[in-house]
Structures are given as C-alpha cells and as structure tokens.
C-alpha cells in the first residue's frame, strides 16, 4: 500500500479539522448550525474509512506504524468524537459563539491521538500528544464566562504542561541511553544490552507522565476538578479518549519497544493499579454532583485498565482494548445523558435528578444501564470487559489483586446506584416539566444502550476483534 | 574539561529548579514559568546526548527544536486562559482560583 492510502485516516481528519476551522471563520454566525452536522457526518465518514482498514499494515518513514491495533484506537477516538459531537449541538449552541472553532477544535484533538496510537517515534508521539492535549484546554475553557471553567482550563493547561515536561525528561533519557528515537531501534538496543541506569531514569519518568495522562493515583488530582468545570461534552470526550490515547501510547512505548524493562516497571503498574482503584472509588462515594462522581469513577477505571497491564499478555492487552471500547461507549452515553439534563434544568448535582425518571423514562434509563455497565454487572457489556481483565490478572498469579478489583466494583456500584435511586425513587421537583431530549442526542443514546446489551450478552466479535489487535505485542 | 556528566547535572539543576517554581509559586504567570525552565532541561539534555552520544546525527537538536515550538504554542493557550481568568477576577493568583474542590 502507498503512503497515502496508509495515511488516508489522518490526512481526512487534518483535511475535515483545518476545513471546519477555515469555513467557520467564513460563515455568519446564524448559519454556523450546519457545521456541527458536517463534523459528525465527515467523523462518521472517517470512521467507516478506517475500519476498511482495519487489517492494513505498514510503516510510513520509519517512525509511523499503521496496525491493527493503532486502527483499532482510531476507531475508538473517532466513535467518541461522534458521540461527542451528537451530544454538543444544543450544549454549545446555546453559547454565545464560536461554534466552528468548537468543532474544529474537537477534530484536532481526535487527530492528536490518532498520531500518538500510531507512533512508532518520539517526536512524533510528542506532537500527537501536545495536539491533544492544546486542542483540549482550549475547549474546556469554552464556556467563557464561567469561572468554574475558566479555572478547570487554568488547572488543565499547567497540570497538562507540566506532566508533559516530566514526560519529556524521561524521553530525552530514552533517547541518551539508546540513542535512537525510533521505537523499534530502542527496543532493538534494549534487547542487546539489558537496562542501563539512565534508561531506567527515563523509564520511570515517562511512566509518571502516562499516569498524569490516564489519571491515575497519584496522579489523578487534576482529573475531578477539570472534569467538573469543562462542557459536559467535553468531560465525556476527555474522560475516554484522551484516558485511551495515554494506554495507546503507554503499550506501544512500554509493550512494543520495551518488555525487556519489565522488570523495572511490573511492581510500579500493581502499585498504580491499586491506588487508583481504592482511592477512585472509595472518595466517589460522597460526592454530590455528578460530573464529579464520573470523575472519580473514570480514576478507577483507569485502575481496572492498568490490570490488563499488571498480565502482561496478549490476554492483557485484547481486555484492555475491548475494556475501553465498551467504556466508550458506557461513559459517553452517561455523559449525554447528564448533558441533556444540564440543557433543560442547569444543573449537574445529582440531587436534582431526583424523580428524573417521570421526567424522561429514556434519560434515566440510560444513566441507569450506563452506570451499571461502568459497576461491571452482568448481562452489560461491562461485565464482560471487567471478567477478561480479571482472568488476565489472574493468569499470572495475581489472585489477590483480582479479588481487589471484585471488591471495588462491588464498593462502585454502592454509588452507581445512589443515582439511581435519587431518578427512580426520588420526587421530581414541582412544576417540572418532562425533559426534551433532542431527536439526535435520542438516536445516539439508543445506539450506545444497543451497543451496552448487544456486547453483554454476545461479545464475540469485539473481542475477536480486539484480540487479533491485541497481537500485535508479545504476540510474535 | 566539560563532560556529558556537566550537561546532565546542569539540566538535572535546572529541571528541579523549575519544577520548585511550578509547584512553590503561586502567581499563574511565574507557574508557566517555571515550567518553561523544565522545558529548557530537556533541550539541553537532548543537545548534549546529541552531542555526546551520536555527533553524527541530528535527531536530538531537531527534538529540541519541536519541544521550543510546541511550548510557545502551549504558553499561548496558557496565557490566553490566565487572561481570561484575569479580566473576570483581576487576579493572577492560582490560590484564588479555588472555585472546585471536593
């Protein structure tokens, strides 16, 4: 295959990014409407680009790996940036301006992590990661005359920079110790000669910068109070995306060049692990709103992730990407729902969804199942994801661990259900009418229900699909 | 005579010199800052392993060179959003902005 036919995915969402930006810039305000629908369109065109190639394989100038496995992301970032995009139409419309930056902006940010699942160099994972991570301060600041917003993009854009920093040190030590950026000749020299001291500085640098980036503990801090303050859509798309383009990037750096450390990492992930899934769930149980309450939720997840890299296996790898598909599409569907909810009452403190259930069967509904797929009860898609980690764990003797996890799921669903309960038995307030729920945001909350149930009770073609993706690492 | 070993400690000084600033100060402006010198750690620390390690090539100035393009960009954003914070609270203070918290 060509370069460009290996790019195609890329090179469309440059192309439908700078179009969008360069076409808002040219319309009037009143029509700037029509570009949310040729963003979700143009991603949905893209999608359907990448999964035609799914099976392709090829390396561009040395340092750009296309696989299964980068694909099988893309495809991830690109369902979220969908979804995301379905959920923005009367979020960001009701802003005073600036939607065709919003949209652009939104396929930027998916472009970033595109090129950070698909990096096989350094740089290269640095721009992909710095294009992600610019694209999304600048849109969690959007709602510019909040404060609580302004403060989550200030948290966001000095936490975000300074992880990347740290991360930047352990990369130039990568690079002095073997003297290569490319990932391949990395893993090659690391292989001949074993960890030296200064890789093994560099290595726990870059694993510090990736815990910043998948919120783990402790590294999480930053997660709540951003989560919080960002546009509900956006918490949506930062919570799964960009969570999925740090262990898209973490397996590629950590799996494919250097399993020969492992090591030197093995106990730091188990202590990772842990702490995000103790402390992510157990600090969820008191909170009062629910973006919040997600926040700490998708902490713990990020634990659960890290299972799946505790394994170290093939088994690890496919339960992660099959984990963070069905994830995708559990949180997502949560935060639309809670987007819906924010567009008609303002509100986002789960005492206020009191009785949500008269208001909108549909919305509740959804939170509902979501929230459960994210407790990993059975016949959820959650359940699966969850049981697949666990088996990889276990595989490898880490009973202890897998009965951790159980445990904490258990913990999680005490707080899932409070939700629930607060929609199903609470009284709605007096005088309120049934929730709207726009005809868009509907179809995607449906698909995303279909998806949870379609996966729970027969997943086979995800995981499939997941697994060959998985085998390109540890798989030869 | 000036080592490899010289280089790295400047640019370990540096780093932690920076990374004091980011998490001491607390005016948003020397923040960034602050991050800006850990930035600088790592081009010298890319220069000097360029220099050093493999004089034959040129991957790690041209590394450099992406980290100083991409941080302008970042310090960009990071202002933008520090005026903005600015022209609504006529504070530069990250301790001011205590809005969210559990």
Redesign the interface.
Known sequence: MGIWQLLSVELLTAALGLGLLAVGLLMPGRERRGLAYVATAGLMGIAAVAWAMREAQGVVLNGYIIDPFGTYFKLLFLASAVLTCIASFDYIGRLPRGEGEFYALLVLATLGMMLVASAGE??TL??GL?LM??SL??LV?YR?GD??S??????Y??LG??S???L??G???I??AT???LLEDIGRVVAREGVKPLLGVGIIFVLAGFAFKMAAVPFHMWA??VY??APTPITGFLSVASKAAGFAAFLRIFFGALPASHGLWAELIVALSVLSMVIGNL?AIP?KNIK?LLAYSSISQAGYLLLGVVAFSVLGVGAILYYSMIYVFANMAAFTAATAFFNEDGSDEIADFAGLARRSPLLAAVLLFSLLSLAGIPPLAGFVSKFYLFVAVIGQGYIWLALLAVLMSMVSVYYYLQVAKAMYFGEPPAGRAAVRVPLGMQVALVVCLAVLFFFGLYPTPLTGYAFNSAMVFLGQ | MITLSHYLALAGLL?VV??FG?LAKRN?VA??MG?EL??N??NI??V??NRF??PGEV??Q??AL??IV?AA??VA??LA??I??YR??LATD?EE?D????
């Open positions: 350094l740089i640095y721009l710095e991570t610019i301060c600048i600041t510019k404060m609580k302004a403060e989550a993009g200030l948290k854009i000095i920079a300074l990347s920093a740290v930047l040190y990369l130039s030590f690079y002095g003297g290569s950026t709540p109070d919080e303050g600090v909170q919040r | 780093f920076g990374l980011a948003a923040v960034l991050i850990m930035l750690a790592v620390n890319l000097a392993f390690m493999n991957t790690g041209v590394f992406f980290v991409v960009a970042e954003v990071g959003i520090v903005n914070l609504r609270r990250v902005a809005w969210l918290k559990w």
